[in-house]
T-cell receptor
């Protein structure tokens, strides 16, 4: 497809389990972002990739959260020892580096529910 | 500490009238502002933006106004249409190296309902 693709669209897991969320950005977009949106809130920045490297991971809440982008395209957000407070919609976005409109192209999100 | 605030959780407007959505920010480092629109079960989509060197930017039915001294911006939609019904998020960023970095701080969102 032409847009940002995220899988799974829904994930229900139990507290303490490990979860992986995948993002396939728009082809040719070198910048990739992960955001998290909790109920009733706006999206909250987690991490930014420029190519393969994490240029800014200041939004990751703790060391249970980790993200990779080994080939500069697909990215995986990994959450260890999930907690109920991790329940949220995890949004991935991509953009052309250097585009100064701030226009990010978001995927539909992965809704994570931790029971 | 909420650096970007949208104090109205919801707004209801009649079709054809003007919708005004408001946003306040506290961080003086913010110098680029954006509005995103979100339909249920979809990701946010970019609507319009404004740099801090301007006080107004217009795109069709959508106009964004920026008042730097008051740290306030607003989105005007005129005329409003039922298809405009969605959640609207205000977002802000601090430009780095002359380009928008993509690290956005979002407000909580305002649910706009446009009645036919």
């Amino acid at each position: 497809g032409a847009g940002v693709s995220q899988t799974p669209s829904n994930k229900v897991t139990e507290k303490g389990k490990y979860v992986e969320l995948r993002c396939d950005p728009i082809s040719g977009h070198t910048a990739l972002y992960w955001y998290r949106q909790s109920l009733g809130q706006g999206p909250e920045f987690l991490i930014y990739f420029q190519g393969t490297g994490a240029a800014d991971d200041s939004g990751l809440p703790n060391d249970r959260f980790f993200a990779v982008r080994p080939e500069g395209s697909v990215s995986t957000l990994k959450i260890q020892r999930t907690e109920r407070g991790d329940s949220a919609v995890y949004l991935c976005a991509s953009s052309l580096l250097g585009v100064n409109t701030g226009e990010l192209f978001f995927g539909e999100g992965s809704r994570l529910t931790v029971l | 500490d909420q650096q970007v605030k949208q104090n109205s959780p919801s707004l209801s407007v009649q079709e054809g009238r003007i919708s005004i959505l408001n946003c306040d920010y506290t961080n003086s480092m913010f110098d680029y502002f954006l509005w995103y629109k979100k339909y249920p079960a979809e990701g946010p989509t970019f609507l319009i933006s404004i740099s801090s060197i301007k006080d107004k930017n217009e795109d069709g039915r959508f106009t964004v106004f920026l008042n730097k001294s008051a740290k306030h911006l607003s989105l005007h939609i005129v005329p409003s249409q039922p298809g405009d019904s969605a959640v609207y998020f205000c977002a802000a960023s601090a430009l780095r190296g002359g380009t928008s970095y993509g690290k956005l701080t979002f407000g909580q969102g305002t649910i706009l309902t446009v009645h036919p």
